[in-house]
């Protein structure tokens, strides 16, 4: 039977694309586009959970790096949610600026959700990804760090980032999958 934890390894990468292309062909302002995005970005991070889980089911480090890596998922979820209120109640981009600084005037919500936190994600992602590089590849690492970068970048950037990401964890979740398909040992 196909379980979520592999079908996630393809599935997360995905909704981080479509919301870079949501972002891409819509306003950076309230309204369908921007909630729609907004959802897939939020699927995309729940789906990180267990692509985590898994990259962090090993002896040494990598549990620890996994449960650091879920505070900085559980801190992008926070920054979305806040993204998805906010262009759910504004009616305008002055609107949702004006309740982005409502909000991250509250202490230790700007660099705990949207600086420390998101940055504990993407680089325990990475470190998980050195640490199980026997099962991912080599590429792995290297894909999600260039990805990451991108990001930095611009946040244009995102679909190709995403296909980084695809291309770094998509085959280890494709493989389990084929596995549990053929009755393969894992």
Known sequence: ????????????????????????????????????????????????????????????????????????????????????VAGVVASDR????????????????????YVIGPALFYLCLITLAVLNWRELGWWSPVLLAVGTGLTLFSLNLIPVAAVCFLFAIGPYGVRRTDRRLTGAAQ
């Open 94 to 113: 002055a609107g949702m600026n004006a309740l982005f600084e409502q909000v991250q005037s509250v202490p230790g919500l700007l660099p705990g959700v």
């Open 1 to 84: 039977m196909v379980k979520v934890r592999d079908i996630a390894f393809v599935a997360a990468p995905a909704l981080l694309g479509g919301y870079g292309v949501v972002r891409l062909l819509s306003g950076h302002g309230p309204g369908i586009g921007w909630t729609a995005g907004h959802l897939l970005f939020l699927a995309g991070l729940v789906l990180f959970v267990p692509v985590m889980l898994t990259l962090g089911d090993r002896p040494g480090p990598a549990p620890v790096v996994a449960a650091v890596g879920l505070l900085g998922v559980t801190a992008s979820v926070a920054q979305v949610v806040i993204d998805i």
